[in-house]
């Protein structure tokens, strides 16, 4: 077994990994995960993140593999789990097979958009590939047939674009719950907003799209928490290309745990 551990900048998420699941990816790259992750908030202290996931980790022969945007809070933790456990912490890089990254510092781009990239990249197959986390941030990452990166897009995720606008005017509101959203022109204050943040959304993934590849469409994956509603929004702008659009919940879990099979040499 192993133990993927993902420090996003609002939660940590974590997710077991049983040897036949991990030897199912190795082989075939097949959506073999299983779903069942685990994540709690950073109202927690170290020593509670810590114990919260060691409930996952059985023996302590079992690898724990590390990504994180968030050092402030992942090194305290990973110091301690080393106590106990061998803690692998997985980093941005140049290249990953045939993957290219385009920063010329690729230390100074977040792990998690590298691994979704790393993902990206065994699932579309060479063919050309956008990625999408649509999380705290959204980061969108362009990669050509090649396995070149083209290089991204960062900017606030949803919740944080809302909050900005509302904390900064007196008289937007945004009602006590979520609208039905779509990639229309409101006609009163909330959809005037929610329409508003995700038509922008669509549209530059929209815009990526069609720039990229002049080998037709590429693949779009979609992931993070809004990375749903911006796919079925994305689906009903652009229905002819349907097919290569999804969502995949575990992206960066599945470029985690790809990362760590090639650094223990399974693959
Ligand atoms: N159960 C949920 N918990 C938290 N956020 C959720 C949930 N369901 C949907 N969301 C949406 O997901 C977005 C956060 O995305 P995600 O869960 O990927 O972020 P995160 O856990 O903070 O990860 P990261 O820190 O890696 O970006 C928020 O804008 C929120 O609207
Ligand atoms: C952009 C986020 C916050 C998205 O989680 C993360 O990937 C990050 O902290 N990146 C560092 C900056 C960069 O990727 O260029
Ligand atoms: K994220």
Redesign the pocket.
């Known amino acids: 077994m192993m133990l993927l551990v993902?420090f996003?900048?609002?939660?940590t998420?974590w997710l077991a990994v049983s040897d036949s699941d991990a030897d199912a990816w190795a082989v075939s790259g097949e959506n073999s995960l299983n779903q069942e992750w685990r994540?709690c908030g950073y109202e927690l202290s170290a020593i509670q993140i810590v114990e919260q996931i060691s409930k996952d980790l059985p023996s302590s022969s079992t690898p724990i593999v590390v990504a994180s945007?968030k050092p402030s809070v992942s090194e305290p933790i990973v110091d301690i789990l080393r106590e106990k456990y061998r803690v692998h912490c997985v980093v941005s890089e140049s290249a990953f097979e045939g993957l290219v990254n385009a920063y010329s510092d690729p230390t100074a781009m977040g792990i998690?958009r590298w691994l979704a990239m790393i993902a990206g990249y065994r699932r579309s197959q060479g063919q050309s590939f956008i990625v999408v986390?649509?999380?705290?941030?959204i980061t969108l990452d362009a990669v050509l047939e090649t396995g070149q990166h083209m290089g991204g897009f960062i900017l606030p995720?949803?919740?944080k674009q809302l909050n900005a606008l509302l904390s900064n005017t007196e008289q937007v509101h945004s009602g006590q719950i979520r609208p039905e959203v779509s990639v229309e022109l409101g006609q009163n204050t909330q959809t005037c907003v929610f329409n508003g943040i995700v038509t922008q959304i669509v549209a530059l993934v929209e815009k990526i799209s069609r720039q990229l590849s002049a080998n037709g469409f590429p693949k779009v994956i979609l992931?993070?928490?809004?990375?749903e509603l911006i796919k079925d929004l994305l689906i009903k702008e652009i229905s002819e290309e349907s097919e290569n659009i999804t969502y995949v919940p575990l992206l960066v879990f599945e470029g985690l745990l790809t990362n760590a099979l090639k650094e223990l040499k399974k693959m």
């Open positions: 993902d996003g900048n609002t939660r998420k994540a945007v998690d986390d649509c999380g705290t941030a995720g949803l919740n992931t993070g928490g809004d990375g």
